[in-house]
C-alpha cells in the first residue's frame, strides 16, 4: 500500500486526508516513478530511476529510439518484479520533450502508461 501522488503532491480525499492506493494502480505509480527521475539523482539510492532523459533531443529514427527507450525501460523497472514491460513507443514532441507510451504487464494485468520526459 502506498500513498497516491499527483501533480507532484499527496493527493487527498474530501477530508483532507492522503488517499491510499494498492494493486495496479500502486505499481503503475511506482513504475512512473522510476522512469521519469533522473537515474543516479538520489542520493540513497543511485541505482533509482532512469537514463531516458539521455534520449531527450534524439529526432531522427523513431524505431531506434524506441529500441533505445526500452533497453533503458527495462533497466528502471528490473527492481520492480512485479512489472515486465512488454514494449514502447517513443516520439520527441514539438517542444523537445521525449513523449513515451509504455506497455507492461502488472498485478497480471497489461497496461499503458504515458509518460513525458
Do not use: C, H, W
Amino acid at each position: 500500500m502506498d500513498t497516491a501522488i499527483k501533480d507532484g503532491d499527496f493527493q487527498t480525499n474530501g477530508s483532507g486526508l492522503p488517499v491510499q492506493i494498492s494493486g495496479a494502480r500502486e505499481l503503475l505509480q511506482r513504475a512512473v516513478f522510476r522512469l521519469t527521475v533522473k537515474r543516479g539523482s538520489f542520493f540513497y539510492d543511485q541505482q533509482l530511476g532512469s537514463r531516458l532523459y539521455t534520449l531527450k533531443g534524439s529526432y531522427g529514427n523513431r524505431e531506434m529510439l524506441s529500441e533505445n527507450a526500452m533497453q533503458m525501460v527495462r533497466e528502471a523497472l528490473k527492481p520492480m518484479a512485479e512489472v515486465t514491460p512488454l514494449g514502447v513507443r517513443a516520439s520527441m514532441t514539438g517542444s523537445d520533450r521525449l513523449s513515451l507510451t509504455v506497455s507492461l504487464l502488472a498485478d497480471r494485468k497489461q497496461m499503458e502508461l504515458e509518460v513525458l520526459i
